[in-house]
């Protein structure tokens, strides 16, 4: 059962940035597509960002796109969300969540519809305040 761990949320001031990271404490997650998600106090959960298996394709909401970036550090194993000039609107729990993919598959790319997704982390919070 993977479990994943997402880390780096806390509290910034407008224009700042933060770095999040999502691990995992069971199977690497090189043998999943991995999206970004977050949702606001009486708002939708948002897709933000997702990335291949493979690393090399990227997928973006409008929201985001610019100022996130998703990656993957593949020496730790974990696939990161870059988050710049942040915004009092990025308020939110940031969530990671997994999909996985068969072995031997080439790069699977995925949208942003967190109904897609299988597996999910504990969330983080961030809060973009003055």
């Known amino acids: 059962q993977l479990q994943l761990v997402e880390s780096g949320g806390g509290l910034v001031q407008p224009g700042g940035s933060l770095r999040l990271s999502c691990g995992s404490s069971?199977?690497?997650?090189?043998?999943?597509?991995i999206g970004w998600f977050r949702q606001a106090p009486g708002k939708q959960r948002e897709g933000l960002a997702t990335?291949?298996?493979?690393?090399?394709?990227?997928n973006y909401a409008d929201s985001v796109k610019g100022r996130f970036t998703i990656s993957r550090d593949k020496t730790k194993g974990t696939v990161i969300l870059q988050m710049n000039s942040l915004r009092t609107e990025d308020t939110a729990v940031y969530y990671c969540?997994?999909?996985?993919?068969?072995?031997?598959?080439?790069?699977?790319?995925?949208?942003?519809?967190?109904?897609?997704?299988?597996?999910w982390g504990q969330g983080t919070q961030v809060t973009v305040s003055s």
């Open positions: 069971g199977s690497p997650l090189d043998f999943y597509v």
């Open positions: 990335i291949s298996n493979s690393g090399g394709i990227t």
């Open positions: 969540a997994a999909e996985p993919v068969m072995p031997g598959a080439g790069p699977v790319v995925m949208g942003l519809d967190w109904r897609d997704f299988d597996y």
